[in-house]
């Protein structure tokens, strides 16, 4: 198994419990930001992807909670947060 295949048999193991709000949020009128675009490149999970609009676009579902892309794009253009108790990613090693 390659270690691609492994880390994503590792990733399907995981949980991830919505909150009532998402935890990241683009900023609004920053979709199409070029700094924002570094994160549909860095996010380990892929949960960004620009749309037919060239707008960045935020799927939350699946977030690490890494916090790679607050790091690659900057708070100017995410309000990023850890997600409320009980809520989020919880990790499962198998």
């Known amino acids: 198994m390659s270690n691609s295949a492994g ?3 590792k990733l399907g193991l995981d949980v991830f419990k919505p909150g009532l709000e998402p ?3 683009i900023r609004p009128g920053m ?3 070029p700094r ?3 994160a ?3 996010c380990p ?3 960004y992807s620009e749309n ?3 707008e960045v676009v935020l799927t939350i579902d ?3 909670e890494c916090g790679t892309c607050r790091i690659a794009c900057g708070t100017d253009v995410l309000d990023w947060n850890y997600p409320d108790g009980g809520t989020g990613v919880q990790f499962r090693f198998g």
């Open 7 to 9: 880390l994503k048999a």
């Open 23 to 25: 935890h990241i949020v």
């Open 31 to 33: 979709e199409k930001d």
């Open 36 to 38: 924002l675009k570094k």
């Open 40 to 42: 549909i490149l860095v």
């Open 45 to 47: 999970a892929g949960l």
């Open 52 to 54: 037919e609009k060239g």
């Open 62 to 64: 699946g977030c690490l």
